[in-house]
């Protein structure tokens, strides 16, 4: 485990399906995240950016439990994720938590803000109802809700208020890390920047770490200090969140970026409707973005590019023969 570091994940795979029928023969399988190494430092945010279905929200999902890697192996704090949540699930619900996309589907109908934030304070750190009482009241101030809010319904709010009962709930518990999906992708711009505020402002008071999982290239730039790309299940280009938006060498992320809107931009770059996008069940030997690629070689379509890394910006590396910037 390397010094600072809370989160590592090295050559993390996941493969949904597989094995084989009664009569021997294979089932398909979807690789959806393959081969990923990456560390999350204690007290940074990494933003993980890709297209949907790229493999961010699987990635997430296997940080916090919620799905096993089908190969390799996350550390927290250098112990194994995997082991520990077979073990005791309860321990790792107080160091790790999820922030869902979907705010208001994320909060039981049944169920009383009172007593969907009161669930972890029981259950994960046993306090009594005086300390709890104290809590919830410490939580419903860290996200600007009123405490009178606890008995209501989660029906009953906006998106935005449903999200920041959601982030409550994520810090009910004292985690050290949060994983973020999409947490503002249903909210309403001015809405989202509310959100994020928070966020930030939750970040340095009780000293957190956060994964943060968009496709808004916007979003991850405003909140990231490190940025991950993914693309058909793997890190294409990866670092600091200014060097990466500055200067992207990866032809992904040059897409990415390209096709984003922004001020003063008259037109977007858009892709041939032709474009063959790369078989999931039959994952190509060489670079998944081959087809896609502009300065693509034969060499590409032969063998998987490894991340190198980029001479004279500390922490910047992206996977491609032929970067952008490269000689």
């Known amino acids: 485990m390397h010094e600072g570091v809370l989160l590592q994940i090295e050559r993390a795979e996941r493969v949904f399906g597989g094995g084989r029928t009664l009569f021997g023969q294979p089932k398909p399988a979807v690789h959806a995240v393959q081969d990923v190494t990456i560390d999350v430092r204690k007290g940074e945010t990494l933003?993980?950016?890709?297209?949907?279905?790229?493999?961010?929200?699987?990635?997430?999902?296997?940080?916090?439990?919620?799905?096993?890697?089908?190969g390799g192996?996350?550390?927290?704090?250098g112990r194994d994720l995997?082991?520990?949540?077979?073990?005791?699930?309860?321990?790792?619900?107080?160091?790790?938590?999820?922030v869902f996309q979907d705010p208001v589907a994320s909060l039981n109908p049944r169920k009383t803000i009172r007593t969907i934030l009161e669930a972890p304070l029981i259950h994960l750190l046993h306090l009594g109802k005086g300390q709890r009482e104290a809590r919830l009241e410490?939580?419903?101030?860290?996200?600007?809700?009123?405490?009178?809010?606890?008995?209501?319904?989660?029906?009953?709010?906006?998106?935005?208020?449903?999200?920041?009962?959601?982030?409550a709930r994520a810090l009910a518990a004292n985690p050290k890390l949060i994983v973020l999906d999409e947490p503002v992708s249903a909210l309403d711009v001015s809405v989202q920047a509310q959100v994020l505020n928070i966020l930030d402002g939750?970040?340095?008071?009780?000293?957190?770490?956060?994964?943060?999982?968009?496709?808004?290239?916007?979003?991850?730039?405003?909140?990231?200090?490190?940025?991950?790309?993914?693309?058909?299940?793997?890190?294409?280009?990866?670092?600091?969140?200014?060097?990466?938006?500055?200067?992207?060498?990866?032809?992904?992320?040059?897409?990415?970026?390209?096709?984003?809107?922004?001020?003063?931009?008259?037109?977007?770059?858009?892709?041939?409707?032709?474009?063959?996008?790369?078989?999931?069940?039959?994952?190509?030997?060489?670079?998944?973005?081959?087809?896609?690629?502009?300065?693509?070689?034969?060499?590409?379509?032969s063998r998987m590019p490894s991340l190198e890394s980029v001479p004279g910006e500390e922490g910047h590396a992206a996977a491609c023969f032929h970067p952008h910037g490269g000689t």
């Open 47 to 70: 933003g993980v950016v890709g297209e949907s279905g790229c493999g961010k929200s699987t990635l997430a999902r296997m940080i916090v439990g919620l799905d096993a890697p089908t």
């Open 138 to 167: 410490e939580l419903m101030d860290a996200v600007n809700l009123a405490p009178e809010f606890l008995d209501r319904y989660p029906h009953e709010f906006s998106g935005g208020q449903a999200q920041r009962i959601g982030v």
């Open 82 to 98: 995997v082991a520990e949540a077979g073990r005791d699930l309860r321990r790792l619900a107080r160091e790790v938590q999820y």
């Open 202 to 301: 939750l970040k340095d008071r009780f000293g957190l770490t956060y994964v943060f999982i968009s496709h808004d290239l916007s979003v991850v730039e405003s909140v990231s200090d490190r940025v991950a790309v993914m693309y058909f299940g793997r890190i294409v280009e990866v670092g600091p969140g200014r060097s990466v938006f500055r200067s992207p060498r990866h032809p992904y992320t040059h897409l990415l970026l390209n096709s984003a809107p922004a001020p003063g931009r008259k037109s977007l770059v858009s892709e041939d409707a032709d474009t063959e996008l790369p078989d999931p069940y039959n994952p190509p030997p060489g670079c998944a973005f081959y087809a896609r690629c502009p300065r693509r070689t034969d060499m590409c379509n």
């Open 73 to 77: 192996r996350i550390l927290f704090d």
